[in-house]
């Protein structure tokens, strides 16, 4: 291990990427993966965190490789794929950030309304928590970084409580239902859960540019991930019956809700309707104020490359205008909005380039053939997404068939 790295440093870049791992994907795994049952979203877990985490260390020995603190992905898919990959990127990249935003504005809104069931209109309850977050998300990564640590923190011993407290009503029964045709739908969640890719380049030059420490590090992080991931499906699956009832995952899928709802709902208790509503809310903040960051950087660099000079208010608005009209006018697209992010963001810009550039590079046979490999699962996953979007394919919880 690099002498330069302390255990301190990996232990908090660990946290990091939990931090950025455990967001709106895990409030809605279990919606969309529990209708196919509790160990078809298992494996698709373990498949998806292993092709993710190959993805992460292809995109890591390239930042290492360059060792530049201003390492953004469009130039690096321009360098192997010319401008055709580089729009591809840009595009990508837009895709995952608005659509990630705008479940986040969309989600947190339906969390509060649905909990509280308060008489003020949920367009006011959004609006609010997009100024705030807005305005926090401008003040720069330099002056809240600590303080998105601790939330990280507060977030995880939030989770612990309520999986405590929810463990209890889970129904061994419930966690027995298998329907792998209604897999298909779970994949963009599943891929969701697993992307930290944007801070890739951070956490490298955070670790010195070590790249057996940060293959390391990254895997405690998305382990830890998972085993979180994980238990929130047992506890999903687990508590929430499969119907059309208020609190069934039918009735959350057809309605676009987060897993938080109805769990509440079938708690029936305060102090868990408390943690959970305090839970999503630091989970959903904290992914917000990190996507929102990056997401003022990449139009900065947009409008820097297009304009001669950065434009810090038209960035803002570029940045932070799409989300809100689109959370304004679709105000139930939370599941949806994960949906597009990652069946065609995070899928082609974290899961189809990446593969390309390890094909490329691939110094043996059996890294060709990895590569390959990965590239046909990343390439599956993205026309399984297509079908779903464009009507090739009907997806419903009773059936699923190809037009």
């Not at 003020?120 to 705030?132: G, N, Q, T, Y």
């Not at 990190?290 to 960035?315: E, H």
Request: proline share 4%; glycine share 8%; net charge positive.
């Amino acid at each position: 291990m690099d002498k330069r790295v302390s255990r301190i440093q990996i232990i908090s870049i660990g946290f990091l990427i939990v931090g950025n791992l455990i967001g709106a994907g895990i409030l809605a795994l279990p919606i969309n993966t529990g209708l196919a049952g509790f160990f078809p979203s298992f494996f698709g877990l373990l498949l998806t965190s292993a092709a993710m985490y190959y993805s992460s260390i292809i995109l890591s020995r390239e930042a290492v490789d360059r060792k530049e603190s201003t390492f953004n992905y469009p130039s690096l898919y321009k360098y192997y794929l010319g401008t055709t990959g580089k729009w591809i990127a840009v595009v990508a990249n837009l895709i995952i950030l608005y659509g990630l935003l705008t479940a986040y504005l969309t989600g947190i809104t339906s969390i509060i309304s649905s909990l509280f069931h308060l008489s003020i209109s949920p367009v006011w309850l959004l609006l609010a928590f997009f100024v705030v977050v807005t305005a926090i998300s401008m003040a720069g990564i330099g002056k809240i970084q600590k303080y998105i640590a601790i939330l990280v923190v507060v977030k995880c011993a939030a989770f612990v409580f309520i999986v405590f407290m929810a463990g209890s009503h889970i129904k061994a029964q419930n966690l027995t239902h298998i329907n792998w045709p209604l897999f298909v739908c779970g994949i963009p969640i599943l891929v969701t859960a697993f992307h930290f890719h944007n801070i890739i380049p951070a956490v490298c030059e955070s670790l010195h540019w070590d790249q057996k420490v940060i293959e390391g590090t990254i895997l405690i992080g998305m382990t830890m991930g998972f085993l979180m991931n994980a238990t929130w499906l047992i506890v999903g699956i687990g508590v929430l019956p499969l119907d059309t009832s208020s609190v069934g995952l039918i009735n959350a899928f057809m309605k676009n809700l987060p897993a938080t709802i109805p769990l509440a709902e079938i708690m029936g208790s305060q102090i868990f309707l408390l943690f959970a509503m305090f839970f999503a809310m630091i989970a959903i903040t904290t992914a917000y104020l990190a996507n929102g960051m990056g997401l003022i950087g990449f139009m900065d660099d947009l409008t820097s490359q297009y304009m001669g000079k950065t434009n810090p208010v038209l960035s803002r608005v570029l940045a932070f205008g799409p989300p809100l009209v689109i959370s304004l006018v679709y105000p139930d697209i939370f599941l949806k909005a994960i949906d597009i992010a990652g069946g065609f963001g995070i899928v082609t810009l974290f899961g189809i380039l990446p593969s390309i550039i390890a094909i490329r590079k691939a110094s043996t046979a059996t890294q060709k053939v990895l590569g390959i490999v990965m590239l046909a699962l990343f390439s599956i996953f993205f026309l399984l997404e297509t079908g779903q979007e464009f009507g090739l394919m009907k997806i419903s919880p009773d059936v699923e068939h190809w037009k």
